[in-house]
């Protein structure tokens, strides 16, 4: 659960807070999200939570006439796209992070994956939650590429959209180990400064997981649930 915020903060944290808890599953997509309810759980008044939530409009949260706020839902094609998008995008950037990441960063993208490999070890989850900006890998390569564009649009227009996607994916069976492992796959071609490699590898990897996020979204709906 989303923990209070003890002294009164700015309104970013509060976006930071509800966009954290979003993006981590704690709320499924499609799940009505209440105000008053998040207000409570933040210890603060009701207006930061309503800013929060107009702000994320269109993003992580879709605003229905008489029904309130929910978390985003996603159908088939429309995740379908995302993927593609982030294929292409991912794709050019871990290219360029091979030719341009500075040197140390492979060492440093190796810790961080060897931080979320014990995490998923000592912790038997199944989903491989990169809770936080500063700990999340493809934020990492976005920065490295040194392309503004590519991480204006990854980390700033789609990149909520991203990580629920990528949270869902994460989630199937084997999906877990089997990222991480592609995710080493993806240092080991930028520390080489192979731009090819780097860029296949990442398209395979988002590949990946963008078959086994719309497996999940298929087998969902055709056992009568909603799409997530």
Known sequence: MMEPIRIRSLANEVLDRVVAAITSGEFEPGEKLSESQLARQLGISRGPVREALHQLEGKLVERVPRLGVSVIQFDHDSLQQLFYLREALEGMAARLAALNAPD????????????HEADIRDTGSRAYRQRSVDEDFHVSIARAAGC??????????????????????????GRAEEALRQHFEIVEAIRARDPDRAEAAMRRHIASARISTLAALDGQAGKGGEPG
């Open 104 to 115: 140390g960063w492979a060492d440093e993208a190796e810790a961080l994956l060897r931080r």
């Open 148 to 173: 503004v564009n590519i991480e204006r649009i990854l980390l700033n227009e789609v990149n909520f959209q991203l990580r629920i996607a990528r949270l869902k994916s994460s989630m199937r069976p």
